[in-house]
């Protein structure tokens, strides 16, 4: 069992950026491939990026690519999300994910353990 708790959200203008982190306690941190979701009100639940167990490998929705990245450090069992350009389509619950299996990419039913989420708002 593991336990997530996501940090960083909150209200940023257009263009700005934001660091979530995401904790995790109870667990290997370094045994979980991690990821990176969102749900905007009325929107459905939508994958922004993954990373591998080692940090090898990372995923990225194409709406994100160039502006997101996902990062970790095991040593302090955190995973990172450093936004930059922010929109205000970026406006959502972010939450962050751990898998138990390995590599599971950008599909939510391969997740086993979830945080509560942190609301980033964009808008002027």
């Known amino acids: 069992q593991v336990q997530l708790e996501e940090s960083g959200g909150g209200l940023v203008q257009p263009g700005g950026s934001l660091r979530l982190s995401c904790a995790a306690s109870?667990?290997?941190?370094?045994?979980?491939?991690m990821g990176w979701f969102r749900q905007a009100p009325g929107k459905e639940r939508e994958s922004v990026a993954a990373?591998?167990?080692?940090?090898?490998?990372?995923y990225y929705v194409d709406s994100v690519k160039g502006r997101f990245t996902i990062s970790r450090d095991n040593a302090k069992n955190t995973v990172y999300l450093q936004m930059n350009s922010l929109k205000p389509e970026d406006t959502a619950v972010y939450y962050c994910?751990?898998?138990?299996?390995?590599?599971?990419?950008?599909?939510?039913?391969?997740?086993?353990?979830w945080g509560q989420g942190t609301q980033v708002t964009v808008s002027s």
């Open positions: 994910a751990a898998a138990d299996r390995g590599w599971s990419g950008s599909n939510p039913r391969l997740y086993d353990y």
């Open positions: 990373i591998s167990r080692s940090g090898g490998s990372t």
């Open positions: 109870g667990g290997t941190f370094s045994s979980y491939a």
